[in-house]
């Protein structure tokens, strides 16, 4: 148990008040903030509590199974890490290191972010299953060898992220004057791109979240690559319907923890929309707010094969390197067993969408 002077854990929100205490305020404030008035960062985490759960009873079943696959990648639960940035700033001797290791002895997919502090090298000999994630660069070519090199690092599947035309606007980045990593800090896998002085190679300025990204983009790398294709933060019905038809060959509907476009609606509100436009062709993926078993179970019912962790994850992180990871999802995977169990379903499978009311 990871326990500061004061502090003990008992669940996935208790470990934001240790990172709290350890972090240096300003990160704390990148990993914790959402865009402007943090409308939808709030709503992730509202809706869940929202929703209400019906149980099935007399069911006569042993514990509930939890470990199944997703596009061929086999987890021990239907969770995943989600991509997020810059692991060296919550646990800067090791970074994804630590992260992807915690993943691997938990059995569960780690997405790491095209932005990470180590290499996806790096990150690739300390994990077990990894999907790598993306920002299409309009340098194709670059795009192209990112690609490459995750192939080469035995990633299992591409997660292109296709709702930052922009960055969000971060007000709370903006009040501590947060817009460069600190020395000795990069953005590892971007080196050898644009013209930078190799001293500051892999600085922040050189990623490009540009408006130029289209489908036309998606299916050229639908044509350079034989790795599943992910779209993450995919909130549109006809976007979802659009993406099944260019070859994509799965969804996660994230609004990107919050971060970039504000007011728009809570993830697992809009599963339900995503799930009808799709009709079971690709697997349903879904992020944001996830904080409890019982949120698990409400985006497992309502048409997710899995859900994706972010800050809990940066959490842990910062309050204690690949153990503190460890005691995140394994907190999560006994409250999801729970919630199965007085949900009355021995698997995910057996859980239906009229068990969730609004
Ligand atoms: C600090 C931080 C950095 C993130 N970096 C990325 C990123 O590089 N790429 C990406 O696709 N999503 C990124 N995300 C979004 C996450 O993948 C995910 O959508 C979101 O965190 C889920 O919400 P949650 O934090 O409420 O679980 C980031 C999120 C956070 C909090
Ligand atoms: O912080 C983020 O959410 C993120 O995705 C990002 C994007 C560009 C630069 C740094 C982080």
């Known amino acids: 148990m990871i326990r500061t002077t004061h502090m003990e854990v008992f669940n996935l929100r208790d470990f934001e008040d240790v990172a709290r ?39 006569g079943h042993g514990p509930p199974r939890l470990a199944g696959s997703v596009l061929g990648c086999e987890s021990s639960m239907p969770v995943l890490l989600a991509p997020t940035a810059f692991h060296r700033l919550a646990w800067p001797s090791e970074g ?72 969000g606007r971060n007000e709370r980045g903006d009040r501590n004057d947060f817009h460069d990593l600190p020395p000795g800090i990069f953005c590892a896998n971007m080196r050898g791109s644009g013209r930078s002085d190799g001293r500051n190679d892999g600085h922040v300025r050189q990623v490009s979240l540009s408006p130029e990204i289209s489908w036309r983009h998606v299916e050229w790398l639908r044509g350079v690559t034989r790795l599943p294709i992910l779209l993450k933060g995919v909130l549109h019905p006809a976007d979802a319907a659009q993406a099944v038809s260019c070859g994509v060959d799965g969804l996660i509907v994230s609004n990107h923890g919050g971060r970039q476009l504000d007011t728009t609606p809570a993830t697992i509100d809009r599963l339900p929309v995503i799930a009808d436009a799709v009709g079971g062709q690709v697997p349903l993926l879904l992020d944001g707010g996830v904080r409890r078993g019982t949120d698990v179970v409400k985006a497992l019912a309502l048409g997710a094969s899995a859900v994706a962790l972010g800050r809990p994850v940066l959490w842990g992180l910062a309050g204690g390197g690949a153990d503190g990871v460890a005691q995140v999802l394994s907190l999560l995977r006994r409250e999801l067993e729970n919630a199965l169990t007085l949900c009355g379903a021995d698997s995910p499978g057996a859980l239906t969408k009229d068990q969730v009311v609004g």
């Open 96 to 167: 994804e290191a630590a992260t992807a290791r915690a993943a691997r002895e938990a059995g569960v997919i780690m997405i790491a972010a095209m932005l990470s502090t180590i290499t996806i090298e790096e990150i690739a000999a300390a994990g077990g299953t990894l999907w790598f994630q993306l920002y299409i660069q309009p340098d194709l070519g670059f795009t192209e060898s990112l690609v490459r090199r995750a192939e080469a690092a035995g990633c299992r599947a591409l997660v292109v992220t296709v709702d930052s035309p922009a960055l």
């Open 21 to 59: 205490e350890k972090l240096d305020p300003v990160y704390y404030d990148y990993f914790a903030s959402g865009a402007q008035d943090e409308v939808t960062l709030a709503a992730n985490e509202a809706a869940f509590r929202r929703l209400a759960l019906v149980p099935r009873i007399l069911r």
